[in-house]
């Protein structure tokens, strides 16, 4: 694929070349997406977006636009600003209308073919779809259709949505997509782009996030609001679970496709994905935060001189633990900027090492004192154990670690890249078992009841929680039906699934 902007004629995402062992079983599909309808330089503003949205992906971006006549797109390995920042890029995707994705990765398939948004010409038109997300049934609809004779050319799991809409009898765009995403398990917040309509959509549970937004007279989707913010763009709303609205040039029309089931929105993105300054579903992620650290300090409270955030992902809750202790607020630990988050690093030896580039001890801070240290989550436990090594190694006479979430025991299915099961340290230790494995002095989790309740519920209600927390209670919302396969050992062997998934 070419790396300046190119005319779409046939399925963009054709790499023929591509090996077995550059995917492996794992969801990986933690992104951003936006899209705008009906703005001069659509395809800057979408730029632009999916820089706000760089925390959410910073392996590859892509941009389609559409002019009116046809879908130009640009697709690169890499972060937003050295790929979209040059003039030629953006005069070679020119429009008043453009959509853009932002992929996250930790290893493997980083080939431009995995890049999206997609883009197809189906009997309608052309199409083009970006995805945050994870499908949980696109093997076993990938087998199906390509035992009709679809042919597939990329290996993400998105592309099964095209092939439905391809075989759809339906006569609009809007209702192939429907036909489509009723046969689809998962989540999804999809942006799709066509000569007609801005589509967005959030899956009946609306895990993922996305929300509408207003520029003058055009509508904007993205992933989170800080990308209508660096637009300038107003926040309207978010798509609701379950809602699809399609914009075009008469304004926006809202539909609901689906069945109502209860919404049950990704807790993760308030402790963890989303930016702080975002609002996700009407709650500041910033505040959100703030309270799991107040509640953190309630539940677990501990006799100590100085609160020090693990950075950047700590900060906020660690100034709420620190408010709600009384205990006096440090940066114990600078972080280095130029370096991504610890899980972009490909391999576990690297990521080992990554957390050493990334941090460094302030020493005056923390020399002599018993320190709290506060960290959003503990998934494999490289970054607690190395930070309470070098906080040790600083002075401290002390190191109590205090985590704003419960132990992350189980591994995500709905897009949040976490590794299997195995190798999240809580699904094979207990509280006390992974005090030693980080030796800390004492360890503790927020409980699920004071994660709800920091989120402005009473407790977790059993019977109806309101959000996704299936990392924290293994209650998963949506059926598992791929996974389930390969781990319930059924028609089919692991082997064959997974060779079947990428092929
Ligand atoms: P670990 O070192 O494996 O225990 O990972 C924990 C660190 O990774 C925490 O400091 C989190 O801020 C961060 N983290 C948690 N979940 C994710 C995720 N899904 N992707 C990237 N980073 C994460």
Not at 341 to 352: A, G, K, L, M
């Amino acid at each position: 694929m070419s790396a300046t902007p190119r005319r779409l004629a046939h399925p963009a995402f054709a790499h023929p070349f591509m090996r077995a062992e550059d995917d492996d079983d794992h969801p990986r599909e933690e992104c951003g997406i936006f899209g705008l309808w009906g703005a001069d330089q659509a395809a800057a503003h979408v730029a632009l977006g999916l820089h706000a949205l760089q925390h959410r992906g910073q392996e590859a971006a892509g941009i389609v636009a559409y002019d009116g006549r046809s879908f130009n797109s640009h697709r690169a390995l890499g972060h937003v600003g050295p790929n979209f920042s040059q003039a030629s890029v953006i005069a070679g995707l020119p429009g008043h209308a453009a959509i853009g994705h932002n992929r996250y990765s930790t290893s493997g398939d980083t080939l431009l073919r995995n890049v999206q948004p997609i883009y197809a010409d189906l009997a309608f038109g052309g199409i083009a779809l970006a995805h945050n997300g994870n499908l949980t049934n696109a093997v076993a609809l990938r087998r199906n259709l390509v035992n009709r004779g679809s042919i597939f050319q990329s290996t993400m799991d998105t592309e099964v949505i095209v092939h439905l809409m391809a075989t759809s009898r339906s006569r609009s765009v809007v209702d192939r997509l429907t036909d489509a995403l009723g046969q689809i398990e998962g989540a999804y917040s999809l942006i799709a782009l066509t000569s007609e309509a801005l589509i967005g959509v959030r899956d009946p549970h609306g895990v993922r996030p996305l929300v509408l937004g207003k520029l003058r007279d055009s509508y904007v989707l993205a992933s989170e609001t800080v990308a209508l913010d660096i637009i300038g763009a107003d926040y309207v709303r978010d798509v609701e679970a379950g809602e699809m609205v399609v914009i075009n040039n008469d304004g926006i029309h809202s539909q609901r496709p689906f069945p109502k089931t209860r919404a049950r929105f990704c807790i993760f993105e308030y402790i963890y994905f989303a930016r702080p300054d975002s609002i996700s579903e009407g709650k500041s992620v910033y505040d959100a935060r703030k309270r799991i650290g107040m509640e953190l300090a309630r539940e677990s409270p501990v006799a100590a001189d100085v609160v020090i955030p693990v950075p950047d992902s700590g900060v906020p809750a660690s100034l709420g633990f620190a408010q709600e202790s009384g205990i006096p607020y440090e940066l114990g630990i600078i972080r280095n900027h130029y370096v991504g988050r610890t899980f972009i690093e490909p391999t576990d030896q690297i990521r080992h090492l990554g957390v050493r580039l990334k941090h460094n001890a302030n020493r005056a801070h923390i020399a002599g004192k018993r320190v709290v240290l506060v960290d959003d989550s503990i998934v494999r436990g490289t970054t607690s154990t190395k930070i309470v090594e070098m906080v040790r190694e600083a002075g401290a006479a002390e190191v109590h670690m205090r985590i704003a979430s419960p132990p992350t025991s189980y591994s995500c299915f709905y897009g949040v890249d976490t590794p299997e099961r195995s190798k999240l340290l809580a699904a094979t230790h207990d509280v006390e078992a992974m005090r030693q494995f980080i030796k800390a002095d004492s360890l503790a989790f927020l409980s699920t009841d004071g994660l709800y309740r920091a989120m402005g519920e009473e407790s977790r209600n059993n019977d109806r929680p309101q959000y996704c927390d299936a990392c924290f209670t293994g209650d998963y919302p949506i059926p598992l039906t791929d996974n389930d396969e390969v781990e319930g050992g059924g028609r089919t062997t692991r082997l064959t699934l997974l060779a079947e998934r990428g092929r």
